[in-house]
């Protein structure tokens, strides 16, 4: 008896100390500032129709000339996927059809884009929608940008 009550604290203990490790580090991937709830997904392939399936949940973080995308259920501290502003392509915007409104959160909008010829999804609010675009198009002088 006393053995299950010993078990049950170190499982308990273990989940506790789980938990907190995923405060702290979503704490140290904001402290720079400049994050958003973004989620994000392969495209899929032309004439298809949208799903909800594919979408994982995530932050973002502007970082220079860059967005880097951590996933929010993951303990790694380095980003999952890096998007240069360069290298970015803006194909067009959406609101969440079918079973993505279940799959994404409430306010969001999909914004399709390409980054070095593969296609992405972002899923995001609409002010975060707005800042990005307007990251997008503050590239310096002589950098080609395109934003739908």
Known sequence: MILAFEVAGVIIAVGLFGLFLFGLRRRLI??????????????????????GKGWVYGVARYSGDRVEWFRVFSYAFRPRRVLERPAIEVLGRRHPQGSEELALLSDAVVLACSHRGIRLELAMSDDALTGFLAWLEAAPPGQRVNVA
């Not at 994050?35 to 949208?50: K, M, N, Q, V, W």
């Open 30 to 51: 904001q402290r720079p500032g400049g994050t958003f709830d973004c989620s994000l997904r392969e495209a899929p392939p032309e004439g298809t129709e949208p799903g």
